[in-house]
């Protein structure tokens, strides 16, 4: 709804200037300049440049295009709809589509003018400019969504943080109720929705490209993938076997220092000291309990893998 907000405030301010600037300067069909900033306005700057490029060279070929028609057939809805036909056709062509309407609504000014004199060419230049540069003027002022981005990325390591307290609470507790996994679906929802908003800053500069928040999501990502591989391996643990509580403090620290300036080479080296200690501890005495500290090994596998893949990122 935001977001909504935004755009209607956003649009509506390059319209209403747009024509209120057509009217400073006397123009006719001043209106016209608030349509054409209505359509120039895309969802980022980028985007905005590119389509109002776009549209200034198929400006002229509807320019040249009526000109030429009506001049040399005159000034008729029949001429007219042959200039829509071959502008038309070289839109398709040149895949201007979003130019064949506004164009076209400031070329059949010269219907109501009844010649293509520099004073009416000029009047629905004017116009064009007027209406794209309003629209881009409103882009530029659309700023990066810092705030918005870093509470996205905060949601999503906080759920993180909350999958990990699970892992080992469940680890300590198999009869642990509501744990299926369901979990995911709102992290994975979260990543998608954080790492589009992070598109969309990135289309939202004009110069430097900085792409450490797409990079940071990507990141977690990959985070999530292991990290859904881990909860398979905790699922399936029947029992508490003696080397369970090793691995489940380890990852309620793990869950308690999750962040996103932590480079975790301290958790590293501290679940190194864990895999050598587990070496020397005895072997299971049953089918059951091999089973259970077989998977807790498949999770301290996986947990490297989770922890390094934020390693090479901070390094």
């Given at each position: 709804?935001?977001?909504?907000?935004?755009?209607?405030?956003?649009?509506?301010?390059?319209?209403?200037?747009?024509?209120?600037?057509?009217?400073?300067?006397?123009?006719?069909?001043?209106?016209?300049?608030?349509?054409?900033?209505?359509?120039?306005?895309?969802?980022?700057?980028?985007?905005?440049?590119?389509?109002?490029?776009?549209?200034?060279?198929?400006?002229?070929?509807?320019?040249?295009?009526?000109?030429?028609?009506?001049?040399?057939?005159?000034?008729?809805?029949?001429?007219?709809?042959?200039?829509?036909?071959?502008?038309?056709?070289?839109?398709?062509?040149?895949?201007?589509?979003?130019?064949?309407?506004?164009?076209?609504?400031?070329?059949?000014?010269?219907?109501?003018?009844?010649?293509?004199?520099?004073?009416?060419?000029?009047?629905?230049?004017?116009?064009?400019?007027?209406?794209?540069?309003?629209?881009?003027?409103?882009?530029?002022?659309?700023?990066?969504?810092?705030?918005?981005?870093?509470?996205?990325?905060?949601?999503?390591?906080?759920?993180?943080?909350?999958?990990?307290?699970?892992?080992?609470?469940?680890?300590?507790?198999?009869?642990?109720?509501?744990?299926?996994?369901?979990?995911f679906t709102s992290l994975n929802q979260s990543i998608f929705t954080a790492k589009k908003q992070a598109e969309e800053?990135?289309?939202?500069?004009?110069?430097?490209?900085?792409?450490?928040?797409?990079?940071?999501?990507?990141?977690?990502?990959?985070?999530?993938?292991?990290?859904?591989?881990?909860?398979?391996?905790?699922?399936?643990?029947?029992?508490?076997?003696?080397?369970?509580?090793?691995?489940?403090?380890?990852?309620e620290k793990v869950a308690t220092e999750y962040h996103k300036d932590n480079d975790v080479k301290s958790l590293l080296?501290?679940?190194?000291?864990?895999?050598?200690?587990?070496?020397?501890?005895?072997?299971?005495?049953?089918?059951?309990?091999?089973?259970?500290?077989?998977?807790?090994?498949?999770?301290?596998?996986?947990?490297?893998?989770?922890?390094?893949?934020?390693?090479?990122?901070?390094?």
């Open positions: 709804m935001k977001s909504i907000l935004i755009n209607t405030v956003k649009i509506s301010a390059a319209a209403i200037l747009a024509v209120l600037c057509a009217q400073a300067m006397g123009l006719d069909f001043a209106v016209s300049a608030g349509i054409v900033a209505i359509l120039s306005v895309q969802p980022t700057k980028k985007e905005t440049l590119r389509t109002a490029l776009a549209r200034l060279l198929a400006f002229a070929a509807a320019l040249a295009i009526s000109i030429t028609l009506f001049n040399l057939l005159g000034f008729s809805l029949p001429v007219f709809f042959l200039y829509l036909v071959i502008f038309i056709l070289v839109c398709q062509w040149q895949k201007w589509i979003s130019a064949m309407a506004m164009d076209s609504v400031l070329i059949s000014h010269f219907l109501s003018f009844g010649k293509t004199g520099i004073p009416e060419v000029t009047n629905e230049i004017l116009l064009f400019l007027i209406g794209v540069g309003f629209g881009i003027l409103v882009n530029i002022f659309l700023h990066k969504k810092t705030n918005y981005i870093e509470e996205l990325k905060s949601k999503t390591d906080n759920q993180i943080k909350l999958v990990l307290a699970r892992m080992a609470a469940r680890i300590k507790n198999p009869a642990l109720p509501d744990y299926d996994g369901s979990c800053n990135f289309n939202n500069q004009f110069s430097k490209k900085d792409t450490f928040d797409s990079r940071y999501l990507e990141m977690r990502e990959n985070q999530t993938k292991i990290l859904y591989e881990m909860y398979k391996a905790v699922s399936k643990i029947r029992d508490v076997p003696s080397t369970a509580s090793l691995l489940s403090d380890f990852l080296e501290e679940l190194a000291l864990i895999r050598d200690k587990m070496k020397t501890l005895p072997l299971p005495q049953s089918r059951a309990e091999f089973e259970d500290r077989a998977n807790l090994f498949i999770l301290m596998e996986r947990l490297q893998d989770f922890l390094q893949i934020k390693r090479n990122f901070m390094l």
